[in-house]
């Protein structure tokens, strides 16, 4: 684990790189496209408003058609925009940069609003997740021109596998075999849990003493219960990682989540009835939700799992079952459903059985028949639980839940067209007092009967701390350095990577020593250079009193290898004192920053990461060198 930064080196601006002729400057001027930064003293609240009638969304309203309250009181609104499915926001053309240095710069065209994928191998059993792209690739034969897609997968971390895009067969590509495949879920196992039911339905049919079986269901119900805490607390860090990424590109974000499970328990509620009841990540939630709605990204929860059927209508058990409660055995015509695999389902696929039937059976004097109906109800409970999550999921975030549909293409379909005409109102909130409550936020409009879809509530905390990262066991800055995980564009920055032996920087100095907390273990390491020119609009500054503005910021590199095995790491802290003119020289060439750190020959990823300790914002960019022997 990197160390964390704990001593500031005070540097002297004058005294760091002169930028690199045609690299930072020539970046900003070619970014005409301005990137939204949430700047920590902005009081406005955003409401994107998908306003549609008979599935079709309607155009031309205005302001005064709209009226929203925060809390049952009225609310000025200062911000209307309209965004239709035709709007297109073109990118700025790719910058020419010298050989060598490499930007953060995010590089987009999107539609009105931008479409990501999320395939989460995290909580979805593998046989699901073959389904998912299978259905995916299908629809992509109907997408329509110009809607812009990117693809992430969660499995043990978040990666990016396709980068926003038009291009349908790239996408193909990428949920194709050899490009991100499918993967087991590191926490969830079904297989092992089917097990140890089986084992416990024997202990029972054996006439195993009853203080034994109490301590087998324990012994069952803390490993799943462990199971479920740690899928939740991973995949909260996941969606604050999404929220970071999507931050930087403007307008409205759909997220797209195909899922098996949904254990997050958004705001208040929703908790899974099975999980330990002292499993408590509201904070975490909380943040995550924070920065969703900075970043406007509206959720859209899909099961990836389509009908299902109870566990007692598998082919496994419907006949055993179906004779202990006196019933021909049902017939699985539902669709591809993996039962029992956790939460997330829907009841309009449970076979024949209803859950007064399954409850009857345990009255039954056939002890399977009772360990299925107790698995049965355990399965209804999850999945109305998971329903309860996605729904909440996305009436807070502005999104639509999608369960019990097997066609989960045309749900894709469904949920593109849905978020990409939409409305954007925006108002001053009238109660200043940001204590972190819950805000309540309610819209109509007139003129018609209409469905409306937005975000229900926000957090009021106070403005100068709602861009802060989440707060809990790793850092942020640890989760963006990770190989192969999303890019950042928080704080933009060109960086150059060079070895001490090209011309370019052999006149600066080399520091003495390893360079990098694990360079001591490294055989024939090289020493490289890397200079940073980072965008000072990105970062927060502090006054001082002497007239002068204070930055702080951390830059960080880690190097991995073709198996993603971290080699060596380094951080270094700068804090800046600035006069004026030196802060105008900053904003027009980039703050210029320098480390070094040796890598091991061959084909070495170089993450390298800028992180503004005043705002928490972070910038990232992997850099792929081929280091010689």
Known sequence: MMRPFSVSLMCCAALVLAPVEGAFGQSAAQNTQPVPVFHTNANLVLVDVVVRQKGAPVHDLKASNFHLTEDGKAQKITVFEEHRATDVLEASKPPQLPPHVYTDTPRYAVTSAANVLLLDALNTPLADQVYVRRQMIKYLGTIPPGTRIAVFTLGSKLHIISGFTTDAAEIAKALGPGRGNAEKSPVMDPDFDDAMTQQLSLAQGAGVSSASIAAMQQFISDTQNFETQLREEMTI?????????????????????????????????????????????????????E?????????????????????????????????????????????????????????????????????????????????????????????????????????????????????????????????????????????????????????????????????????????????????????????????????????????????????????????????????????????????????????????????????????????????????NYADRGFSLDLTPQEAARN???????????DLPPGKVYLRV?????LSGRIGTVEVLVDVPK
């Open 587 to 597: 904003l027009q060439a980039g703050l210029a920053l320098h480390e070094q750190i």
């Open 237 to 289: 860090d996941a969606l604050g990682q999404v929220a970071r990424y999507l931050s930087t590109i403007p307008g409205r974000k759909n997220l797209i989540w195909f899922s098996a499970s949904f254990p997050l328990r958004f705001l208040q509620g929703g908790s899974n009835p099975n999980m330990d009841p002292m499993a408590d990540f509201s904070g975490q939630v909380k943040k995550a939700a």
């Open 609 to 613: 990461g800028v992180h503004d300790l």
């Open 291 to 567: 920065l969703l709605a900075l970043a406007r990204v509206a959720v859209y929860p899909v099961d990836s799992r389509g009908l299902l059927n109870v566990p007692s209508v598998s082919a496994e058990t419907n006949s055993s079952f179906a004779t202990a409660m006196g019933s021909p055995p049902p017939q699985n015509t539902q669709g591809h459903g993996t039962a029992g695999a956790g939460g997330g389902g829907g009841n309009g696929g449970m076979g024949s059985f209803s859950q007064d039937q399954v409850a009857s059976g345990a009255s039954g004097s056939s002890l399977e028949a009772m360990g299925l109906a107790s698995k049965d109800q355990t399965f209804l409970n999850d999945i109305a639980a998971d329903h309860f999550n996605m729904d909440q999921i996305a009436k807070e975030t502005g999104g639509e839940a999608f369960y019990n549909r097997n066609a989960l293409g045309e749900v894709v379909g469904e949920a593109v067209a849905n978020g990409s005409s939409y409305y954007t109102i925006g108002y001053d909130p009238g109660n200043q007092n940001y204590n972190g409550a819950v805000r309540k936020i309610d819209v109509h409009v007139e003129g018609g009967k209409y469905d409306l879809e937005f975000r229900h509530s926000y957090f009021a905390d106070n403005p100068t701390a709602a861009t802060k990262w989440i707060g809990g066991k790793t850092s942020p800055l640890i989760n963006a350095m990770q190989h192969g995980t999303l890019p950042l564009s928080q704080v933009m920055f060109d960086v150059r990577v060079l070895p001490v032996t090209d011309p370019a920087v052999m006149a600066e100095p080399v520091t003495a020593g390893p360079a990098g907390d694990m360079a001591k273990n490294l055989k024939h390491g090289q020493r490289y250079m890397v200079d940073y020119w980072v965008d000072p609009r990105g970062l927060d500054h502090n006054a001082l009193t002497d007239g002068k503005q204070q930055t702080q910021v951390e830059v960080t590199e880690v190097a991995y290898d073709d198996e993603g095995i971290r080699q």
